[in-house]
């Protein structure tokens, strides 16, 4: 079981900042991912930026605008968010695939999203 805790979401003008965080709690053996999202209603879930053993990965729309980062002695993961566009208004969840304590299989967890809003 993985408890995902976002935070640093709210309202900014276009062309400032926000940094988010998520931070993973609970039992489990070991995460393996940890990832961005985001949704706008009418439109389908985009990956923003995920963190994985073999690097991070953005997507095309946040490339050069967005950075993901891992915390080394905790189970957390950041997204700090540059050059805010309005397009970038969306709901942002947090998403971490774990394997838990004593279950052999990986799961996918969710947080409960952040609303980010960037105004013009």
């Known amino acids: 079981q993985v408890h995902l805790v976002e935070s640093g979401g709210g309202s900014v003008q276009a062309g400032g900042s926000l940094r988010l965080s998520c931070v993973a709690s609970?039992?489990?053996?070991?995460?393996?991912?940890m990832a961005w999202y985001r949704q706008v209603p009418g439109k389908r879930r985009e990956m923003v930026a995920s963190?994985?053993?073999?690097?991070?990965n953005y997507g095309d729309s946040v490339k050069g605008r967005f950075t993901i980062s891992r915390d080394n002695a905790k189970d957390a993961v950041y997204l700090q968010m540059n050059n805010l566009k309005p397009e970038d208004t969306a709901v942002y969840t947090c998403?971490?695939?774990?394997?838990?304590?004593?279950?052999?299989?990986?799961?996918?967890?969710w947080g409960q999203g952040i609303q980010v809003t960037v105004s013009s």
């Open positions: 998403f971490a695939s774990a394997q838990p304590r004593g279950v052999f299989i990986e799961y996918d967890y």
């Open positions: 609970g039992t489990y053996a070991a995460i393996t991912a």
């Open positions: 963190s994985t053993p073999g690097g991070p």
